[in-house]
Structures are given as C-alpha cells and as structure tokens.
C-alpha cells in the first residue's frame, strides 16, 4: 500500500495475479521491468513456490534456448540470426502479453 495508494486497482491486480498468476509468468519477458513486478507478485500474493519456478521457468527457458541458438549461429560479419531472433521473441512476447491484456487478466 505504500507504493500503490489506489486500493480499488492494487485490489484488482492482486485478484488477477491470483486467478492467472501462470499465465502472467509465462509472457512477463514481454516488457522491460514486468518480470521483476510479476516476480514481486507472485511473493505478494504467496503464490507457492514450485508454481512459480514452473511459471518462470516456462517463460524464460524457451526463449533463452531460442537467444542462444540464435547466438551461436550469428556471426560477427552476418549477426542475421540473433537479430531476427531477438526481435520475434520480442514480438511474440509482446503478442502474448496484449492477448492476455485484451482478455482483461493481466494488469
């Protein structure tokens, strides 16, 4: 409450994060900040940590796999790969993550 005085919309993030805390796990790399906020909220709302990790995990592994494939195949005379990679993960998150928004279970 310190950090968020509207207690109406902290009421409505709290309820969103408990109802689809995993699916908010799962697309949180789509914005700078929001895995850290989501990270937050799952400690907040006492989400119990196996679900978390699983969540997190599922967000960030995939594409972590797909960044350093990328990586590995780039070079520095045709850098292609990682930067198709970077902006189609960027892109694909960013989808997820307006969906998700769209369907009113994100904050």
Known sequence: MRLYKDEVRLAAIHK?????GL???F???ALPILPEVS?????TTRMPFPK????F???????????????SISTLSDPTPAI??????AAT???????????????
């Open 16 to 20: 969103s994060f408990e109802t689809n």
């Open 23 to 25: 699916l908010v796990l």
């Open 27 to 29: 697309v949180c790399q």
């Open 39 to 43: 990270c937050c909220l799952a400690g």
């Open 52 to 55: 978390f990790a699983f969540g």
């Open 57 to 71: 995990a599922v967000g960030t592994v995939p594409f972590a796999v797909i960044a350093a494939y990328a990586g």
């Open 84 to 89: 198709i990679a970077s902006i189609g993960i």
């Open 93 to 107: 998150l960013w989808v997820l993550w307006s969906l998700l928004k769209r369907r009113g279970e994100a904050g």
